[in-house]
């Protein structure tokens, strides 16, 4: 379901997850804000739909570095951190629309 301009919310299976286009790596990535699973890590999310905080970073595909991307989301900015793949590395964007 979509929340707002910038993120989507999924929940099923004792989890809810906020979505947000990455423009680096052209795909939706996922915090975990919520999970009945106490062994899953969660982010803290700061509860704005349109100017987004999460905390901690998030890092996806961290052992692959030919396809890792780690970022911070402050404020609905993201900071591309020096260890992603993609040409935005070391760059901060404004998060994009995300498709319905």
Not at 33 to 59: C, M, Y
């Amino acid at each position: 379901m979509k929340l707002s301009r910038v993120l989507k919310e999924y929940t099923g299976g004792g989890e809810r997850l906020l979505c947000f286009q990455c423009p680096g790596c052209n795909t939706e990535h996922p915090f975990r804000i919520e999970t009945a699973d106490r062994e899953r890590p969660t982010w803290a999310w700061n509860g704005n739909v349109e100017l987004p905080t999460f905390t901690p970073s998030l890092i996806v595909f961290k052992d692959d570095a030919r396809y890792r991307c780690h970022i911070i989301v402050t404020d609905g900015k993201i900071q591309f951190l020096g260890d992603c793949h993609h040409a935005l590395a070391g760059r901060t964007v404004d998060m994009v629309e995300i498709d319905g």
